[in-house]
């Protein structure tokens, strides 16, 4: 009765919109996934409090997703219900300062470099054609091999389930390749990014040079969660599986890019399973040839 219980107290819940059976392949980019028992949307701090209690007290599992940009979800679906952060999570403010910006975690990043190459703000180029939410980004601390969002965030509020409201400053943070030490069982609800007074043309000239790298080097446009594994330390993940070979190996309908090897596309017709399966080809070829365990960059949901 767990889950027919939160249903009846969310739905009609204030700042809170409640989907039952919603397809999770409508809210990754890989378009891939089956469905989750339970899909919110919580508007508000006080909308995702209550809905965080109401399924906990149901005992329904629960987790948050951004766009899903990084995410691989089971055929199956997700047995529990899916959190999304909306509108109150979603604003950008300008500091006093004129050089600090204080995002929503629901926000895209793409809106939020655009907002500061409008703002004549500098420091984001790196992220240009970075998918997802600023949520996200921070949470894994997204960015290039020399260039990451961490270094950017002076503030982090996140929000611990039956605790409250957590500040963490710049330092009280660990920053790591594509990782950070917030703790994994926080929501990230609003983050503060300083950034430099710049010229826009100038930004605008390092954006367009950066996107049109990615577009030449990734599949852009494609449907991919982006890297599917971490780079060790001083290698190339790409270089290595192309040099085993794997570009353009496909099980059903996903294959590893032709583009960048580090890159699996859903080229219309795959599903989870493929997925898994090319992941789990590649993390094996590569071990065999360079004694190296992958780690992957992709979360999985519903596995």
């Not at 992220?127 to 894994?140: D, K, W």
């Not at 790409?238 to 583009?259: H, N, Q, R, T």
Request: proline residues 3%; neutral net charge.
């Amino acid at each position: 009765m767990g889950l027919f219980n939160a249903v009846m107290s969310l739905s009609g819940a204030a700042d809170t919109d409640c989907i039952e059976g919603e397809r999770l392949a409508r809210h990754t980019s890989y378009r891939i996934g089956g469905r989750c028992a339970l899909f919110l949307t919580c508007h508000s701090y006080h909308a995702l409090r209550r809905a965080i209690r109401v399924l906990e007290d149901e005992q329904v599992p629960w987790v948050v997703i951004g766009k899903g940009s990084n995410l691989l979800v089971s055929d199956d679906g997700y047995d529990g219900a899916v959190i999304t952060l909306g509108r109150e999570f979603s604003r950008t403010v300008v500091g006093e300062d004129g050089a600090t910006l204080t995002v929503g975690a629901g926000s895209i990043l793409a809106r939020v470099v655009n907002e500061a190459l409008s703002r004549e703000l500098a420091g984001l180029e790196f992220a240009v054609g970075i998918p997802g939410t600023v949520g996200g980004a921070v949470s894994m601390n997204a960015g290039s091999r020399d260039e990451w969002i961490g270094s950017l965030v002076t503030d982090v509020v996140t929000f611990k389930p039956g605790e409250g409201l957590r500040h963490y400053a710049h330092d009280d943070v660990f920053w790591g390749y594509r990782t950070c030490s917030l703790p994994r069982n926080e929501i990230i609800l609003e983050v503060t990014l300083r950034l430099a007074p710049g010229i826009k043309a100038d930004i605008r000239q390092d954006m367009e040079r950066r996107l049109s790298r990615r577009r030449r080097t990734q599949p852009i446009g494609s449907a991919t969660c982006g890297s599917v594994f971490r780079n060790p330390p001083d290698r190339s993940v790409g270089k290595m599986i192309e040099d085993c070979g794997l570009k353009g190996f496909s099980v059903g309908g996903a294959e590893v890019s032709p583009i960048h090897a580090n890159f699996i596309v859903n080229t219309g017709t795959a599903t989870s399973a493929d997925v898994a399966s090319v992941i789990a080809h590649v993390h094996r070829k590569v071990k065999e040839a360079y004694g190296i365990e992958l780690q992957p960059e992709v979360k999985f949901l519903g596995f």
